[in-house]
């Protein structure tokens, strides 16, 4: 059987004192049960988290929103720095993703979240969850955001308008996410209801999956960035460029492991990466938009 090690001695091995064992047992940040009210730590398991956690050292967290040019990134790096270094990404969505870096469930987030009263992208969300806390911001690359529709365009949607006047059949992003953030903005800004809107419930989770849906006849038109629309031979209609931004906390931004990744952020080795990929502009990849 496992030995399990009381507060005290895990205080002893970790050199912690006590009270902070107690903030990390809170926090479900290390393996524990509790016996009878008292809390006791299995010694193998509690050294399987520390050698994990001396790992996840080298290796980079991303979170937030879906792209496929940060794919390819992430894909990159891991490829030339494995098995020193891997960079996992999850795109849950940017809004969750700031919340998730709040918690420190990430160590960097990709974002593009359009403020509804100022029109800035980022920086007056960042400011409202990020309150208190201390980061960087760097520009990763701007995108196209615009309607996709079938080839040819055969109910001749021009815009939101033209979608709503004609019942287009629509396939929204899920809440949290920027692009659903960006509809609502724009929806806004044209006095339109999304009442109106012929399937604004009906949500997916990425922009592949927007020109899928597409593609496959389920809907009519949906938002997402320009680059899906071209492997499956469909049309775009811009609406918006937006800022696609890199957030990583102050505390880690000096260490090696992401400044060895925020030197894939470079647009010449970028550009290589994107030459296929319509739809983005590099002109501000790489400089820090906010520094607090």
């Known amino acids: 059987m496992d030995t399990l090690l009381t507060t005290k001695e895990l205080a002893g091995l970790l050199r912690l004192n006590e009270k902070k064992v107690y903030q990390l047992v809170r926090e479900g940040n290390i393996p524990h049960v509790r016996i009878a009210g008292k809390w006791l730590f299995p ?3 509690v050294m399987r988290w520390i050698d994990e956690n001396v790992q996840r050292e080298r290796d980079i967290f991303i979170v937030g929103s879906n ?21 996992f990404y999850s795109s849950m969505g940017s809004s969750r993703g700031v919340h998730a870096l709040s918690l420190k469930k990430g160590q960097v987030c990709c974002t593009h979240l359009l403020d509804m009263e100022t029109g800035e992208y980022n920086l007056p969300f960042l400011d409202r969850v990020l309150s208190g806390q201390r980061y960087v911001v760097v520009n990763l690359w701007r995108r196209k955001q615009g309607l996709i529709v079938r080839k040819g365009n055969p109910m001749g949607l021009r815009g939101l308008e033209e979608v709503i006047e004609k019942k287009a059949r629509f396939i929204n992003r899920n809440e949290g996410s920027g692009t659903r953030v960006l509809l609502e903005y724009l929806l806004k800004e044209r006095d339109l209801n999304e009442k109106d809107i012929n399937g604004f419930d009906n949500e997916v989770d990425s922009h592949i999956d927007v020109a899928l849906k597409v593609f496959f006849g389920e809907a009519d038109a949906g ?21 696609f931004d890199l957030v990583i906390p102050s505390e ?8 060895g990744f925020m ?11 994107s030459r296929n990929l319509p739809g983005y502009n590099l002109k501000d990849t790489g400089k820090i938009r906010f520094e607090n």
Request: charged share 20%; glycine share 4%.
């Open 43 to 45: 010694e193998k398991h």
């Open 223 to 243: 938002v997402g960035i320009e680059y899906v629309a071209y492997p499956l031979g469909l049309d775009f209609i811009p609406l918006k460029e937006e800022m």
């Open 67 to 87: 792209d496929v040019l940060m794919e390819k990134l992430v894909l990159h790096y891991s490829q030339e720095h494995y098995p020193g270094s891997v960079a």
């Open 252 to 259: 880690l931004w000096s260490t090696s492991v992401i400044q």
């Open 263 to 273: 030197e894939y952020v470079d647009p010449a080795r970028i550009q290589n990466l």
